[in-house]
């Protein structure tokens, strides 16, 4: 039986100066693939908030770091990071909120991510799959997540802290040679994992839709043209309020209220309030704006963007099947080939499965 190689234990560095940022540039200005990760927080805000940075230059051979960089986004600007990332291999896992932060933070893009659970998806293994389950799968044995949830904004970080950072990155040349070896001899699978790497990036770096909330709420394509509008309205109004405030949307005003004015169109403040859970204070602040917003709503002729209906659903339920035989058929995780936001989209536009990127359009012409 092959013995299982033990957890990396590479020197890690906290960078936490601008002298120390540029000497990690420099450390990184010859390596044509850079292993990246990031901590963030997103709980209570509309934003990701950025705290951690991991970095390291990938060796040739594939064997794990002997320094990994953790880069204190609160203590630096991360600016100059930007040309020692841009253009270069990025090996990540699940790196969609990683590609995004790194871009709005250092302007930098991948010419190419080789990300591990993409890897994992064209061998036919479990997607989106975590770290430590991959890494046990493949490896015999995973870094410990214990500290996932920890209080990144905390300081100092804690020894603990700084461990798990730096593991996350250490680990994946580990896993990226373990996944390659699977797919030797089959270069048109590692293209698609390729491929499937720069739809990744493409996506975190696509403005995000203002309307992905109200997209969500399939019970409003049951409703009739006025309430539709109404609805839309106030959704994009909410939307619109989380962003200045930095909050998630429902901490503004939650759907089951957002529903029910749109349902009442109230058209006086005191009609706005019969609801019970209506929280006087909001009334207050935004009743005046709201009874506006429906008014002119329900004046408006405006398009307003498609929610998908019962019929719709079922020919998405339909696509979905289709990719699971196709998967199956080709050895494929079915949530790479045909990704849920695809086969959503699918619902009012097939033409999406034409990406010339897409798995799913690759697999289409085999």
């Known amino acids: 039986m092959p013995h299982a190689p033990s957890l990396p234990s590479p020197t890690v560095s906290l960078v936490d100066t601008d002298a120390g940022l540029a000497a990690v540039c420099s450390a990184l200005a010859d390596a044509p693939t850079v292993v990246v990760d990031t901590e963030f927080h997103t709980e209570r805000r509309y934003r990701p908030d950025l705290q951690l940075v991991q970095l390291a230059a990938a060796t040739p051979s594939g064997a794990p770091p002997d320094r990994v960089h953790v880069v204190d986004a609160k203590a630096v600007d991360l600016a100059p990071l930007g040309p020692a990332l841009d253009g270069r291999r990025w090996l990540a896992h699940g790196a969609t909120q990683d590609v995004r932060l790194l871009h709005h933070a250092t302007g930098a893009t991948p010419a190419e991510l080789l990300d591990t659970q993409l890897l994992a998806g064209v061998l036919g293994l479990r997607f989106p799959a ?167 709503a329900l004046a408006s002729t405006a398009e307003i963007p498609p929610v998908a209906g019962r019929a719709a659903r079922r020919r998405a339920q339909l696509i979905e099947l289709w990719g699971a035989t196709q998967a199956s058929a080709h050895g494929l995780s079915p949530a790479l080939l045909l990704p849920a936001p695809l086969a959503e989209r699918s619902e009012e536009h097939t033409s999406e499965l034409q990406s010339p990127h897409a798995i799913s359009y690759a697999v289409l012409c085999l």
């Open 130 to 296: 975590r770290l430590d389950h991959l890494c046990t799968a493949l490896l015999g044995t995973a870094p410990d997540k214990s500290s996932g949830l920890s209080d990144w904004s905390q300081r100092p970080l804690v020894p603990a802290q700084l461990a798990y950072a730096a593991m996350d990155v250490a680990v994946l040349p580990l896993l990226a040679a373990a996944l390659e070896a699977r797919l030797a001899g089959d270069p048109a699978r590692r293209a698609w994992a390729v491929a499937a790497g720069a739809e990744r990036v493409a996506e975190a770096l696509a403005p995000q839709d203002p309307d992905r909330h109200w997209r969500s709420l399939r019970i409003a394509a049951e409703f009739d043209a006025p309430t539709r509008r109404v609805l839309h309205a106030l959704m994009a109004w909410r939307e619109g309020r989380a962003s200045d405030q930095n909050r998630p949307p429902h901490y503004i005003l939650s759907n089951p209220l957002v529903l029910d004015l749109a349902r009442r169109k109230p058209t006086t403040i005191g009609a706005l309030g019969q609801n019970r859970r209506m929280p006087e204070r909001m009334v207050r602040q935004c009743g005046k704006h709201w009874l506006r917003l429906i008014q002119e």
